[in-house]
């Protein structure tokens, strides 16, 4: 629900299953879904989002039956850190991750990836065309992997120099909105340093770049204050392959200092994420 109103959705209702193991054909059960499509004609909903991954063929089939537009946890993710992303490496990493998801579900894609790229997966199961898109999406992927690696070695070079010069390096980590942004733009303002704050605001995945700031204190002692992407629980295997490069700054900190917010009645869970 959190991440559908960070996507700027109006969540007008939920529904839960319980099953011993997600159906094949529908994920959810024949008659939940025909459930599904009675709910949504009454509530005049326009978009129905699954809390799961579901294969192509499953968000076909769904979206046949309820006739509005189907996605799941793993689009909708793609879609906020999509908006979200500044840097030129966020948004190539959010595109590879995008190119990922898509690959295998080329066939027999309906409406559901549309608002995350033009014709690709919207067309017929013409064979040639599907080879043909196949090839472009791993010709681009391809591309854009080059291009991080050449932004982690320029990365790998400012690192180098940063160790040379013996600043440690503080990074702040923990679940999506816990309050990373907001503790290292305390941290800036007390070091009269308010020109260098960083994006803040009370939304899941309000940071996807990761943002390095020097800190001085009254005795003299520097350090590199570094702001990271939050985690968050189920993220889609393709963006943590996609996220590697940001969430690597973590392992060369000095120091992690984990923002939890004690205010969240289920904190103990964000933790363990």
Known sequence: EGLAEAAGVQVLGTMIQNLERPNNATFIGKGKVEELAEMCNNMEA???????????????????????????????ILDIFAARAVSREGK?????????????????FGKSLSRLGGGIGTRGPGEKKLETDRRH????????????????????????????????????????????SAIMNRILENVDREEKVVFEKDMLF????????????????????????????????????????????????????????????????????
């Open 206 to 273: 309000a940071t996807l770049d990761t943002a390095q700031r020097s800190v001085k204190l009254d005795n003299n002692c520097e350090f590199i204050l570094i702001d990271t992407v939050g985690f968050v629980s189920k993220l889609p295997h393709s963006l943590v392959n996609a996220f590697k490069a940001t969430l690597e700054e973590v392992n060369y900190a000095d120091l992690l200092l984990h923002v939890i917010d004690a205010s969240y009645e289920a904190s103990e869970f964000h933790i363990g994420v």
């Open 46 to 76: 326009d978009t129905v989002i699954f809390n799961d991954e579901l294969s192509g063929m499953q968000l076909r089939n769904i979206e046949a039956v309820v006739g509005v537009r189907v996605i799941d946890r793993t689009i909708l």
């Open 137 to 180: 999406i791993q010709r681009r992927m391809d591309d854009i992997k080059a291009e991080i690696i050449e932004i982690k070695g320029n990365r790998n070079t400012q690192r180098a120099k940063r160790e040379k010069a013996g600043i440690p390096i503080v990074a702040l980590v923990g679940y999506t909105n816990a309050g990373k």
């Open 92 to 108: 190539l990493q959010v595109e590879l991750a995008q190119l990922q998801y898509r690959m295998p579900r080329l066939l027999g």
